[in-house]
């Protein structure tokens, strides 16, 4: 078999040692192990200095994941791996990760190896899973308690090397260790329980005044000088040694006549309690962690409770034929159940079964595929096929649309959503919760998907996991991104997945600004949608090289909702004018780009050549509000000519009553919506030459352009549609022909699909 372990700690602990012994012994019977971690770890250069093949991962802390899982991914389908053995929680996300973008045929077994005394917790990783080894029964049984099929679970205790003729082969430490010693190794930390050791040491002290006291380990949470300092409050500075840490622990252990293991918790693996076992020394334990699981009642202490550690100590140096018979004894359960070789036979079992499992599953599904199984399942594809899929299948589409606005962005992406969804294909929308955009998605029941924040760094790594689980779920094909916010998450995302990305640019912001934006363009984007002919040429000016790569695709409208409507006599009453009165509307929000300032002025012009004419002015308040406008209106001296209506849903029904629709617009445009809807409707449109209202209105055919900021022009061209009835029935005729043939919503679906479909 070949073995990858994932060791994502910077530091040696118990962790590392266990996964370095199993690969010790696994490579000793001819199997190939790897290890991965991060690059400055001690686990890592260990793994080297061992002669283990190594790939570097990110650290734990590290939001960036995406390397590392590329770099495994790269490993496993070199070397087929066989077992990938995740040793951390996330160890473990890594190799899920990993596992769901490598090829079918290169499909590994997860492990997860628990050997450390945090407390597991319910995750979806188990469910992808083959087995979980854990170094004690006190981690199984926790494993079982959150709902972990048992069957699953399985013990194996980290195997020890009996130390035999350690005593002869080691020189003295300390001349000291000629006295009879107890002692205590572990780090230097409140749960290792020094304190009460030392306690304990004053109680024996007072019948053994010549047994000497020895402390080990490496300090963390408690320094030595603290420790040396409460031995002299005891009275017994005299009487204990501290040793710092030690390389050789077996040589320490050698010398002492009795261990002690004084924790007050933890110990879900106690490793030094084997150790001292394979040294043949009896041990004194406080009943904490696994220690119940080895080590005989009659040895155990209640924790935190000097007196009764102390006597556990006595009991052995009372009777030191006992105590050594007892440490024989010590010797032989360290064979019997915790031997190297009984712990890589049993690791060696684990991984055989998971990969028999994984193979079983293959069989199944090859079985499936020649017995005419569910051939139209559609699995995530592999990088190297670009998300394709066949002809006959529908496409799994994620349209990303990062803005909290009802703006001209927002209603391409959620409109094309709608109009795609209508073609049977299956579509989401990722935005942002609580906005415009995600009520009006539930209006439409178009799939929202609000749970992925791609507008803050500091999620980066949330955003990418769930946004990357998402993509596989759903089986996703093609992602179009409506804006560049979360574009490093969403570009790396959809690499790993194999997965197409289209960009839809539907505003005029330079490209070449930001040197990220134009490496996204040349690297991840697949292809490039733009809402007019204005942005297209914006875009090849600035990367000539898109040129292949680029598409016109204007917004469509819903040509059944919007169509040439007989007013309701409740519209006319709603806005005080008669059927014999000339309506001229403008509809859109109230923002001084819309240019209604000049609008106004056109209409004075107007209203000095006609009679009985009102000006229906429907939106939302923007950057102006409504106030604003009312004072527009009587600065042009017109108040009493215009209807104000605020925001309308029936806007098929306002623009059926006008004899002409009006875009003043100064600026922006780049989705003319409400331009489409006017000439849907059979309104001819006096419209500014901006964005791409040129690419849509044929001059003097279905309305006329008139330049920017010209209401002396724009009044001229109203006047002829409200004295030229003639004209401007042949206009509104045409513009509904016009729409219907190039600007349907389904038309809209069809041109977006082609561009799907070629990639």
Known sequence: ?????????????GITGYALDVSKGLVKRGHKVFFAGIETGLPLKHAKENGFKTVKICSRKNPFIFGS???????????????????????????YLTLLVVPADKKFSIVRTKSDDMHPKRSFLYKKTSKIITASELIRKRYIDIGIDKEKVVTVYQGIQEQ???????????????FKRVGI???????????????????????FPDIRFSVAGLEANIKYSELKLYAGELGIAGSVAFYGYINDVYRFMSKCSVGVIASTGSEAVSRVLLEWMACGKPVAATRVGCIPEILDEKFLAEPCDSRSLSGKILKFLENQEEAGNIGEDNKKIINERFSSERFITETERVYTEAVDRRNDKRRTMDDGRRSGGN???????SPSSGGRQSAFSKLNILHIVMVKGWWAKAQYGVFLAKALKDKGENVYVLTQSRTDIARKLKELQVPAVLNINLKHSIFFIISFVKLLLFLFKKRINIINVHQTIGFPVIALAARIAGIKIVRTKTDDHPIAEKFL????????????????????????????GLAEKISVIQLGVDIIKFMPLKPAESIYKELGISKN??????????????????????????????????????????????????????????????????YRDDLPEIMSICRAGVISSVGSEFVPRVLVEWLACGVPVVATDVGGVPDIIRDDVCGYIVEPEEPAIMAEKISILIENEKKRNEMAEY??????????DSIFAENTLKVYKSL
Request: aromatic fraction near 8%; include cysteine; charge should be positive.
């Open 735 to 744: 513009a509904r022909q016009h729409v219907v043939g190039n600007y349907s």
């Open 1 to 13: 078999m070949k073995i990858l372990h994932i060791v994502d700690i910077p530091w040696f602990s």
């Open 164 to 178: 035999k003729g350690i005593e002869q082969k080691s020189k003295s430490i300390n001349k000291e260790l000629e």
């Open 185 to 207: 190794v572990g780090r230097l930390d409140s749960v290792k329980g020094h304190r009460y050791f030392l306690e304990a040491a004053s109680e024996v002290l007072r019948k």
């Open 581 to 646: 009165t000339t309506a001229i509307g403008i509809i859109g929000r109230f923002a001084p780009v819309k240019g209604h300032r000049y609008f106004f002025e056109a209409a004075r012009l107007v209203l000095e050549k006609h009679r009985n004419i009102k000006f229906i002015v429907a939106g939302k308040d923007d950057l102006l509000s409504r106030g604003d406008l009312e004072n527009f209106a009587k600065d042009a001296g017109i108040f009493k000519s215009v209807v104000f209506l605020g």
């Open 69 to 95: 899982i590329l770099r495994l991914r790269k490993l496993i389908c070199e070397e087929d791996i066989d077992v990938v053995n995740a040793h951390t929680g996330k160890g473990h996300l890594l190799a």
């Open 375 to 381: 051939s139209e399942v559609n699995l995530p594809a």
């Open 517 to 544: 934006h134009r490496f996204f363009y040349k690297t991840f984007i697949a292809h490039t949608i733009v809402s007019n002919k204005n942005i297209k040429d914006g875009c090849l000016k600035e990367i000539p």
